[in-house]
């Protein structure tokens, strides 16, 4: 079988979620980097973001494609939950991080310490405090989810989970993060069992002060 190659710079959560789906399914990757908005990066996403994927004849934009895709051709554990209900729950966890929880998380408020830190410039206070509120929200919202249970659709790891671990790891790295992390027990419990698995470990690795 063809090699995943997955197209997007290592950091973007996205690029770790697609990394933690192949690795979790036992299927080889390749990632290809790529300059942001070239016209390399727009023939294989015409929309400009990352994560795309190509496997053979298949080319896929879109996390959540690329991710029911990687499970479906992947030997590894299936990563859909058993039952229509926990199905649902996991699409629509899926969905709400895409609509709402990487604005609040990544968008708002990470990105304002990531991307000035690109340019050797300090993050703006301002554009930090705005975005705290939602973050906090939102972590809370995640820790309310995990209460009681091992993963987000039940007592299975699923693809939502995958989608969540990248970004709680990304708030984690910074201060008022780290704190409303550390408010949200059972989400900082479940961050912990999903940073040790060797899909993280291996998506992860290099990334943020970590070994290679
Ligand atoms: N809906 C897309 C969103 C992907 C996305 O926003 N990726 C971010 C990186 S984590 C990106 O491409 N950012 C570059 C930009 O917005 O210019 C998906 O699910 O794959």
């Given at each position: 079988m063809n090699k995943i190659v997955l197209f997007g710079p290592a950091p973007s959560s996205y690029v770790r979620t697609a990394r933690m789906v192949c690795v979790e399914k036992g299927l080889e990757h390749a990632l290809e980097?790529?300059?942001?908005?070239?016209?390399?990066?727009?023939?294989?996403?015409?929309?400009?973001?990352v994560p795309a994927m190509r496997h053979g004849d298949v080319q896929l934009?879109?996390?959540s494609a690329i991710a029911r895709y990687v499970d479906e051709v992947g030997p590894g554990p299936s990563l859909l939950p058993d039952t229509a209900a926990a199905r649902a729950v996991m699409e629509q966890w899926i969905s709400t991080i895409n609509c709402y929880l990487y604005d609040s998380l990544v968008?708002?408020?990470?990105?304002?310490?990531?991307l000035p830190s690109f340019r050797g410039a300090a993050p703006d206070p301002q554009e930090i405090a705005a975005g705290v509120p939602a973050m906090q929200r939102d972590v809370a919202r995640l820790d309310a989810a995990y209460a009681g249970r091992p993963f987000l659709a039940g007592d299975k790891l699923s693809l939502a989970d995958l989608f969540v671990a990248p970004i709680v790891q990304t708030v984690s790295m910074f201060p008022e993060g780290k704190a409303a992390i550390a408010q949200a027990p059972e989400l900082a419990r479940v961050q912990a069992a999903l940073e040790s698995r060797a899909s993280f470990v291996q998506a992860h690795a290099g990334l943020f002060g970590r070994a290679k």
């Open positions: 980097p790529l300059e942001l908005g070239s016209a390399a990066h727009l023939k294989v996403h015409p929309w400009g973001k934009i879109e996390t968008r708002n408020y990470a990105l304002k310490y990531i």
